[in-house]
């Protein structure tokens, strides 16, 4: 690909990590709440957040993995565009 292309892709997938990672923050903060709710002496309100938390646990797992090829793509992509930007300034 050339030099615009590969700088166009790491773009697109720095802006598609943040997004992953401001949503992992989220959900973290989320999955920090509804553990520390955990502790409540209702029994009944103890089950709901135990459940939550478990909900939220598994978004933040997808997230990752979502978030790790998203960091493989851009690795792949920076080697591309150092690649490119060497062509560039042999020329």
């Known amino acids: 690909m050339s030099l615009s292309n590969e700088a166009a892709s790491l773009y697109v997938y720095s802006r598609k990590l ?4 401001k949503s992992i923050h989220r959900y973290a903060k989320k999955a920090e709440k509804h ?3 955990q502790l409540t002496p209702n029994e009944k309100k103890r089950i709901k957040h135990r459940k939550k938390h478990e909900k939220v646990t598994k978004e ?5 993995e979502l978030h790790n090829e ?13 690649s490119e930007l060497r062509k560039q300034g042999m020329r």
Not at 18 to 21: E, F, G, P, S, W
């Open 18 to 21: 943040a997004k992953i990672n």
């Open 60 to 64: 933040i797992n997808h997230l990752l």
């Open 35 to 37: 553990k520390r709710n």
């Open 70 to 82: 998203y960091v493989k793509e851009l690795r792949k992509h920076y080697v591309e565009f150092a």
